[in-house]
Structure formats: structure tokens, C-alpha cells
């Protein structure tokens, strides 16, 4: 399968990219094509409905990687409670016809303990976007981003639990995906 990853983070090592590539890296070693798509390094312009900025090739490169890709995971940072506006720029430029039947998985990096308000509002976007939400999230928060950042399945403890579940919430997504892809 193609799983699009997009990041929706617009700082440099951001926790909620480094979650999203370790995802991604999951995904490669169970056999499937992951494609990182990083909004800090392909920015977009401002979404406008007029359709302005529409042949910009981060757009187009996006929109080409959404249309491909038989699940979509979306990471962001939680800011106030909500998702980056980075993130939300880029699900404007995309629509139906980009999410529709697909699985998609959310995740999100918190400064305090876990970003759940965030998911809960990615989750009913992708709702209207036709797609169909994976049954569990990831949330990494507090000290759990420092884990990011050291390398998971190193520590014992915490860091094996948050490796845990990482890892089985990617499984789960993957099988979601797998029996969409076959309708």
C-alpha cells in the first residue's frame, strides 16, 4: 500500500515530525511505501477559494500524493487546544476526492500531557472529508517527547510503553487500511 504522511508542524525538529517519520519507518518495515509529506519543508501558500496559488507545486505535489495514496496519516503539533494552521492550510487545498473510503490515522505532540482536543477536531475533520478515522490515535505529551527526541524502544519503562503503542496503533491503522483498499 501508499500511506501519506503529512506533517503539519513549522519548526524544524519538531516531536510531532519526528513521531510521524518514526511512523513512517514502521510502515517501510512491514513492507508498504510511506511518503513524508513535511509542510515545514514544502510550504503552502494561504488557501483561498478563487482557486489562487492553485499551480504552486508544493499544492500539486500534495494533491498528486493524496489522489495516490490508499491511507493518509496526518500529525500535527497541538497548539490552543487545536491542530497548527499549518495543517489546516493544507486540508483546504484537499477534498473528498483525496480522503474518500481511505483510512486515516491522527497524531499529535502536546506540550502538556496529551493532545487529545486536537484529535477530537482532525477526527471530524476527516469525517467530512469522507474519510474513515482509524479507532485509535497516537498522542505523545509531556515528557513523552523527549522520548522522540532520545530514540524509542532504548529506555525501559515509559519509553517501552510509548514504543508499545506506537506500534500497535500503526498495526491497527495498517490492517483498517488493508481491508479498505480491497473494496
Known amino acids: ?108 505532540s502536546a506540550g502538556g500531557a496529551v493532545g487529545t482536543s486536537s484529535l477530537q477536531q482532525l477526527q471530524a475533520m476527516v469525517r467530512n472529508l469522507h474519510g474513515i478515522n482509524s479507532p485509535e490515535w497516537i498522542s505523545v505529551g509531556g515528557a513523552q517527547r523527549q522520548l522522540l527526541t532520545e530514540g524509542l524502544g532504548t529506555q525501559e519503562g515509559d519509553g517501552q510503553i510509548l514504543y508499545d503503542r506506537i506500534h500497535r496503533v500503526t498495526g491497527s491503522f495498517l490492517e483498517l487500511a488493508a481491508l479498505l483498499a480491497k473494496r
Open 1 to 108: 500500500m501508499n500511506i501519506l504522511i503529512v506533517t503539519g508542524s513549522n519548526r524544524k525538529d519538531a516531536t510531532s515530525t519526528r513521531l510521524a517519520a518514526y511512523v513512517g519507518q514502521i510502515i517501510s518495515q512491514k513492507g508498504h511505501n510511506a511518503e513524508l509529506f513535511d509542510l515545514y519543508e514544502k510550504p503552502l501558500p494561504f488557501y483561498s477559494p478563487e482557486g489562487v496559488n492553485q499551480d504552486h507545486d508544493s499544492i500539486r505535489q500534495l494533491k498528486q500524493a493524496a489522489k495516490q495514496a490508499d491511507a493518509i496519516a496526518l500529525a500535527s503539533p497541538e497548539y490552543h487546544g487545536s491542530i497548527s494552521g499549518l495543517l489546516k492550510n493544507a486540508l483546504d487545498y484537499l477534498g473528498q476526492e483525496h480522503f474518500h473510503g481511505k483510512a486515516v490515522l491522527s497524531m499529535s
